[in-house]
């Protein structure tokens, strides 16, 4: 009998063509990267337990679990708030997986693994405000929305997590967005739609930003 | 010919000479310049006739200089982009542009439907309610079509729009609707402050009536003004002007619409780029100065081309140094109307007369007459004659009852002006009467908004700097920004001293509302008729309700309506002002939402798969579903679906089930939620066994069904059906968050986490072991039917495994995180191939389930209860759950309702349907007798008939009884038989087996 491969692929591997999409010759005002290679946990208080899991989530994690609208870098993780009494914690490399994250939050929390239920995009770029303009209904200006500011929002009709991440060396803003796997092809072409006018650089990493 | 502007002037204006256009109307080509719109260079072309009328097609020329022209319409662009009713005062010339009349036939020139004057005197108000009366058949079949082809406006180009429009959001603190010197002013106050402030200007170029009229602000000419002006916002951070872009509505909680023309003035949109963005901009606060409108006084031969508005014939000499006429006459009833003479006396243009209405003139104008030689009349406009090349000669009576005649081929009129206050009045506000203007200014306006300079009845190039500056001031303080605005900018206030005029009696037509041909003869008759209330005068004469929605006739209406009922204006009143400013095109609404884009799709993990596999898919709400995969040589899907059936049947195949909702729900008090929210219980189920559980809405009606599996103590795994995904979600949520707060219970989708397969057939077994860990136990004792639980694959990736069965089939279900599914299905193709596996779609799916009697969304209506269903025996009587008492309701529990049971046709060759209706055999179809329906058919494989379910009243006491199926959609007729609803191994025993 044979053994069998199980190959992991993203649900924009299909859709993402690498490369400049819309408007060339010069720099393109916006840059989508996929983020393909990430652990993403969603992690809910049981009742009446949020300050016992916040305490437990600052032991592991070097720095206070959200509790507003915000994401919050740790050493290995990014906490982001996704509702009252929960977040999601965001890694790589297993550091906090299911496996992991379970017996610490024991008894304070429920899990649910969420990894390959969402696309993570990283959207950046002169022009990257004026393309999530046409997407979503929330003001990005940087005094509004500044670095670390997140949102359980929609984005063309579909639920997505957005928030900014630690701005670009050249001081530019980064957006990061997670989506329903199932709906991120669909949401993709749109983006490729509302970006296409400023140009888009297109491209894949396993690292996460 | 082209090259040959006749009627432009040597030096001036707002144009760049530089850029030669060329274009073409009705054929001709003609050139003109950037910078110019089509109706000024059709004015610098000395064409005077653009149009015919909407009834009477009486032949028209351009009275204004803006969106609220009622004349100078046409189609712009060609084929696919044909742009029907398009303001020739507002389009912007482009190199190639091209235009056409409408409304006649052949031409322009000689309109064969210009004999409907003739007949003028019986289309007046109301004319074709009163005679296309009988028969009323004859309405839609000949009237209405007649009426359409004879009375109409332009032609819409019948073919899908090939350009692109998108939508955008915009936030700030200030927004400012108009450009002019209260707009500038506002934006330079707030900018000033620290605001935020977004301008819209309808206009492609920034400073309103500053650009036709210029003044002297601050010491310096407007035109330096507002280059200083510009260069100032320009330099603040968060200060942005959008011109195209026209503000048309206000919304609740600050939200404004607005729509942007990002590229109207090019032949086509540059690649990649939209022709129109709608923007939906949330502003803490909005200042309205978007101007005022010049209104027409109205009197006979009004609508002749050669009679323009006073301001708009400034505009086109000063802005865009074209001549509307050579001898210009002025007709006005105020002081604003006098620019026109100075500003064509400039330009070197004769002035035939000046008709002021008012009694006294003053001394600088009668000296200004003298020293150009012109008269200056004391009395009115009767009467113009002239015709399409333009108007002729000015009758005039004077006061004191004498009459004389002013040969002119142009005339100028002023009426005074409106304040333009829709945006102000957009939230049902009334608008309220200024005596010293005779014009309705904003009586308040929605939360946020002010109104300033000319929209807020300040006509003073003084009054609107100081108006414009205060109001973006405290918008920006308002908005809670502190900066310094510094000081206003200053300029004189002109005179205004207007006597009101609104009609002039005479002979002949006189028109009020141009587009819509109303007369001031219609409006009077209305009144006789007793159509005097605003609203009724509007909707009889049509009065208003043309593309200019009566921006300026409609005033001019009431004060003519007022005057025949013998009240003032104000008690008269306005009619309801209501969204959109300007026309919007519907492509602008959808944005990018059109074809493949019209909503969102999702795909299940296995879909490129099943594509590379040419499977046809069909969409199940957002999803796009295997339907089927059909194979070479199969002429149709029903023998496709026929033999994925029976290869389940007798082999295995397996189906992409990812679309089910999954829901895990954590937590202590887990069961106890299941318990409140299914009929049946949850919480006794054992770790590693799943159940079949079936909910309720609170009216009792069944809600939805699926499998629900206890993974551990205190972590359940719930499914939805694949359309009740997303309302079960929110339905536990709600139960969760607000009917038992009390309980310890947390719910999360996980709907695209998993790819999930069902595996069907008897030799699922077979291929399950090839892919399964051989340590795991797949025996019918280690792994009995309703188990469910985690094991190994071959390969180092776990799986879930759930021995559930929806085909009657021995069966599971597995599901892996969703980045393996695609690895998941080519695996199953690998190792199911021994045993010649089959991929089945959503058709066979359903045909499988149908024989095995199990409902689905058919039955699943919304107007089922659980014992309809045959499920009544699930329904606890130990604990309580939401629908319980309400599913108690005696109608709910009658026992003549509509329940599920089988029915195939007595003939077995007869084709079913669903939508058939059920009939005791041999009466008469009819509502009285009409005892169900057929909800779910299809042709089952393994009985060799068309088989169906369906909602029969007493069902399932009439087992073996031969009823009538009538289908008057289809016109079928023929005999059913009442069943057994379960077709297929009624005793079970293949699925546990």
């Known amino acids: 009998m044979a053994e069998f491969s199980w190959s992991s692929h993203s649900p924009l591997e299909h859709a993402l063509a690498t490369g400049v999409h819309g408007l060339r010759g010069t720099e393109a005002g916006v840059s989508l990267t996929e983020i393909r290679n990430f652990d993403l946990i969603q992690v809910m208080a049981r009742r009446g337990k949020w300050a016992e899991l916040a305490r437990a989530a600052k032991t592991r994690f070097e720095v206070a679990a959200p509790d507003g609208p915000n994401a919050v870098q740790a050493k290995d993780a990014t906490l982001i708030w996704s509702g009252p009494d929960q977040f999601l914690v965001l890694s790589k490399d297993g550091n906090h997986a299911m496996n992991t994250l379970a017996p610490a939050f024991s008894g304070l929390a429920s899990l649910s693994d969420q990894s390959h239920a969402r696309a993570l995009i990283s959207i950046s770029g002169a022009k990257a405000r004026s393309m999530l303009a046409k997407l979503s209904s929330l003001d990005l ?69 | ?37 089509l109706a000024s260079a059709l ?50 010339l482009y190199e190639g542009l091209e235009a056409a009349s409408q409304n006649r036939w052949p031409s322009l020139r000689h309109d064969f439907m210009s004999v409907n004057q003739l007949f003028a005197p019986i289309f007046v108000a109301g004319f074709y309610y009163k005679t296309f009366m009988w028969p009323a058949k004859f309405w839609e079949a000949i009237y209405e079509p007649a009426i359409r082809r004879a009375a109409g406006l332009g032609r819409a180009a019948g073919v899908a729009d090939p350009d692109h429009y998108d939508k955008a959001w915009a936030h700030c603190d200030v927004l400012i609707a108009g450009s002019g010197p209260a707009g500038l002013a506002a934006a330079l106050a707030a900018g000033r402050s620290g605001a935020r402030v977004i301008l819209c200007e309808e206009d492609f170029a920034l400073g309103g009536r500053l650009l036709s009229d210029g003044g002297t602000i601050d010491g310096m000419p407007a035109a330096e003004w507002i280059s200083r002006t510009l260069a100032e916002l320009a330099a603040l951070p968060d200060v942005r002007l959008m011109t195209r872009t026209t503000l048309f509505g206000v919304y609740d909680g600050g939200t404004y619409g607005a729509i942007e023309r990002v590229n109207d003035h090019l032949p086509s949109p540059p690649e990649h780029q939209v022709r129109q963005r709608l923007w939906r901009i949330v502003a803490k606060r909005c200042v309205v100065a978007a101007g005022a409108i010049e209104r027409p006084i109205v009197f006979a031969g009004n609508d002749t081309p050669g009679v323009m508005m006073a301001s708009a014939m400034r505009t086109y000499v000063a802005r865009y140094a074209a001549t509307p006429a050579k001898r210009v006459a002025l007709f006005t009833n105020n002081e604003d109307g006098w620019r026109t003479v100075e500003t064509a006396l400039g330009a070197g243009l004769q002035i035939a007369a000046v008709v002021d209405a008012r009694p006294d003139v003053s001394a600088a104008h009668r000296s200004l007459a003298s020293k150009g030689g012109f008269p200056v009349l004391n009395g009115s406009v009767s009467a113009v004659d002239g015709g399409k090349d333009g108007a002729r000669k000015i009758s005039v009576s004077l006061t004191g009852g004498a009459r004389a005649e002013v040969e002119a081929d142009g005339l100028a009129v002023s009426g005074g002006w ?44 003084g009054a609107c700097l100081g108006q414009g500056f205060a109001a973006g001031a405290q918008a920006a303080r308002d908005a809670g920004r ?25 002979k002949g037509k006189a028109f009020v509302d141009q587009q819509h041909d109303v007369t001031a003869s219609d409006i009077e008759l209305a009144q006789r008729e007793g159509f ?6 509007k909707r009889y004469t049509t009065l208003g309700m043309a593309t200019d929605q009566g921006k300026g006739s409609n005033v001019a209406g009431l004060a003519i309506m007022a005057a025949v009922s013998g009240k003032s204006i104000p008690e008269t009143g306005t009619t309801i002002y209501r969204p959109p400013y300007v026309p919007v095109a519907i492509g602008a609404f959808a944005g990018h939402h059109r074809d493949k884009n019209f909503h969102a799709t999702r795909l299940t993990p296995s879909h490129h798969w099943a594509a590379e596999q040419g499977a046809i898919f069909v969409d199940t709400g957002l999803w796009k579903r295997a339907q089927w995969y059909p194979r070479a040589g199969e002429k149709d899907w029903l023998e496709s679906v026929t033999r994925e059936v029976k290869a389940v049947r007798s082999g295995v195949g397996f189906c992409d089930v990812s679309t089910l909702g999954k829901i895990d729900v954590h937590g202590p008090d887990a069961g106890a939620f299941l318990d409140r929210v299914y009929i049946n219980t949850f919480s006794n189920l054992a770790v590693g066994k799943a159940r079949y559980g079936l909910m309720l809405r609170e009216d009792g009606m069944v809600y939805d069904d699926g499998t629900t599996s206890r993974l551990a103590e205190d972590h359940y795994f719930l499914t939805t059906t694949t359309a009740k995904a997303g309302p079960v979600m929110q339905h536990l949520e709600f139960c969760r968050q607000v009917l038992f707060p009390e309980l310890d219970v947390q719910l999360t989708s996980v709907s695209d986490q998993w790819a999930q397969f069902s595996i069907a057939g008897p030799m699922t077994r077979d291929l399950l072991r090839e892919l399964v860990d051989p340590a795991e136990d797949l025996s019918n004792e280690g792994f009995p039917f309703m188990g469910a639980r985690e094991v190994a694959l071959r390969g180092g990736i776990k799986a879930r495994l759930f021995r559930i069965s929806f085909s009657g089939e021995m069966a599971f279900e597995i599901s892996v995180p969703a980045r393996h599914g695609d690895a998941l299905v080519r695996n199953l193709t690998q190792a199911g191939a021994p045993f010649g596996v089959t991929p089945y779609g959503t058709e066979a799916l359903g045909v499988m389930r149908i024989e095995k009697g199990h409902v689905a969304g058919p039955e699943l209506s919304g107007t089922t209860t659980a ?21 108690g309701r005696e109608a709910l529990v009658a026992a003549d309702r509509q329940v599920v049971v089988g029915i195939k046709p007595t003939d077995k060759a007869s084709r079913l349907r669903s939508g058939a209706h059920i009939i005791p055999k041999g009466e008469t179809p009819g509502p009285g007798n009409d005892q169900g329906y057929v909800t779910s058919i299809c042709f089952s494989p393994t009985l060799d008939q068309w088989i169906g379910l369906g909602l029969v009243e007493r069902g399932r006491e009439r087992i073996g009884e031969i009823v009538h199926a009538h289908d008057p959609l289809r016109g079928e007729e023929y005999d059913v038989e009442l069943c057994n609803p379960v077709f297929y191994d009624p005793e079970g025993g293949r699925q546990r087996g």
Do not use: C
Request: hydrophobic share 40%.
């Open chain 2, 482 to 506: 502190s900066g310094k605005a510094g000081s206003a900018p200053v300029a004189e206030d002109g005179a205004f001293s207007l006597t009101p005029l609104w009609h002039v009696a005479g």
């Open chain 2, 867 to 887: 014992a309809d269903l045959g499920l009544g025996k699930m329904m606890s009587t130990k604990k309580d759950f939401i629908g319980r008492v309400m599913a």
């Open chain 2, 43 to 92: 004015v610098a072309n000395g064409v005077k006739l653009v149009g015919r009328s909407f009834k009477y097609h009486r032949p028209r020329g351009i009275l204004t200089a803006g969106s609220e022209e009622p004349n100078a319409l046409v189609e712009l662009r060609n084929g696919a982009r044909r742009e029907p009713n398009t303001k020739a005062t507002t389009a912007e």
């Open chain 2, 532 to 537: 005097e209330s605003v609203e009724h005068l």
């Open chain 2, 418 to 461: 409106n304040p333009a206050v829709a945006l102000t009045s957009y939230h049902r506000g009334r608008p309220k009467w200024q005596d010293d203007i005779a014009a309705f200014v904003p009586d308040g306006a929605p939360p946020g908004m002010v109104a300033a300079g000319a929209a807020n009845g300040a006509f003073g190039l």
């Open chain 1, 141 to 209: 200006h940087p005094a509004v929305f500044p670095v670390g500011a997140a949102a359980a929002t929609s984005i063309d009709h579909t639920s997505a997590t957005l928030w900014r991440g630690g701005d670009q060396p050249d001081g530019q803003a980064v957006f990061n967005l997670l989506v329903f796997a199932t709906f991120a092809e669909s949401l993709w072409h749109t983006m490729l739609d509302a970006g296409a006018e400023y140009g888009i650089d297109i491209r894949y990493s396993e690292e996460l930003a």
């Open chain 2, 1 to 37: 010919m082209a090259g040959v502007q006749a009627n432009r002037l040597a030096n001036g204006g707002l144009i760049d000479r530089s850029v030669s256009l060329n274009f073409r109307f009705d054929g001709k080509s003609f050139s003109g310049f950037q910078g110019d719109t």
